[in-house]
């Protein structure tokens, strides 16, 4: 008879979770202490001998800290983890050999030899799954409702430190990374992209004082909330997506993310969802206008964020004449 590994579903929600979870920048960032020490406590606290903050990333699960384990990720096909970010709160697997769903899993299998295992869901602050702080034994056992409690504080202690990652990270309003973040997090993917293409693009808000002045600032927030929900929407959840300040956004894409034949072009994604997400202004429909620039480029060891920056500015700016002489 042919077993076969039963894949953890997919959840509904999971493009948006991929964003949440791309946009704290954590995954195959190096380990620390705010991490390890938790998972050390943990596996201490409860007697095992393997203790992780493990991220569900689109096709594997990547462990942030870990204890007892010398593997930094596996697939998210064959992953526990993959199946607690289904659950409310956590996943209990007393014995791993009895579970239709693990049994013949290669962690219970091989030489992981996975009996015992629960995980804490990791939740962000707008409730979604980024992954599990989990304990795993390699014999059977039980997991009393005072355990339980333990687990859930500690994981407690996770969330926030992912909350302070990213509250460090994020422009307030907008919810996208601010200049600072969006700025490190480039250039850490430009250390780590060496030959590969990318595209920059940059926006400009159209007429935004105006808005402003007509509008209130309650409506020029707005306006900038509902721009910044399109760009989430329209480019792939792994792009870097920032407010550089004011009315002026910039994207970081992997070229290969806007050119594949299942991917809409972003910018007319951008425009359906400007259409049909409009501004209301005292019962009148407001469009939001925009300018944009882009360049490629191939990343080298000499490419800098300021210079690639001014290109996209400039190819903005040239936009945004060509509109004003039509006009």
């Known amino acids: 008879m042919v077993l076969s590994v039963k894949k953890p579903d997919i959840p509904t929600n999971d493009e948006a979770r991929l964003y949440a979870l791309n946009i704290l920048r954590i995954l195959d960032t190096e380990p620390e202490q705010r991490f390890d020490c938790i998972t050390r406590l943990a596996s201490n606290m409860f ?20 204890v007892g384990l010398a593997a930094c990720e596996t697939s998210r096909d064959i992953s526990f983890c993959g199946h607690s970010i289904n659950e409310e ?22 030489d992981l030899s996975i009996r015992f295992y ?53 422009d307030g309003l907008t919810q996208l990374l601010n200049r600072i973040g969006f700025v490190s997090d ?88 400007l259409n049909t997400n409009p501004l209301y202004d005292e019962g009148n429909t407001s469009g939001l206008s925009y300018s944009w620039g882009v360049t490629d480029f191939i990343v080298t060891p000499e490419t800098d964020f300021e210079h690639i920056l001014k290109c996209a500015d400039r190819a903005m700016y040239d936009q945004k004449m060509r509109k004003s002489d039509c006009s």
């Not at 709160?89 to 091989?110: C, M, Q, S, W, Y």
């Not at 480039?186 to 030959?195: G, P, V, Y």
């Not at 993310?257 to 809409?264: I, K, T």
């Open 47 to 66: 007697d095992v001998p393997i203790a992780l903050v493990s991220l569900v990333d689109e096709e594997r699960q990547w462990f942030k800290s870990k």
């Open 118 to 170: 629960t995980g804490k869901v990791l939740r962000d602050h707008q409730g979604y799954a980024l992954g599990t702080l989990c304990l795993i034994d390699t014999k059977p056992r039980q997991f009393s409702d005072e355990n339980l409690q333990s687990l859930n504080d500690l994981g407690s202690i996770v969330e926030r430190e992912l909350l302070a990652l990213r509250l460090a990270k994020l």
């Open 186 to 273: 480039t250039e850490k993917l430009f250390s780590s992209a060496n030959d590969v293409r990318l595209k920059a693009y940059y926006f400009d808000l159209d007429n935004f004082k105006s808005l402003n002045d007509s509008g209130g600032h309650d409506l020029g927030d707005k306006a900038l909330k509902v721009f910044s929900s399109g760009l989430q929407a329209s480019f792939h959840h792994s792009d870097l997506v920032g407010r550089l300040g004011g009315d002026e956004f910039m994207v970081v894409s992997k070229a290969e993310n806007s050119s594949d034949l299942n991917v809409s072009d972003p910018i007319a994604q951008l425009d359906q969802y």
């Open 89 to 110: 709160n956590h996943l209990i697997v007393e014995d791993a050999t009895k579970d239709i769903r693990f049994f013949d899993n290669p962690l219970v299998t091989g």
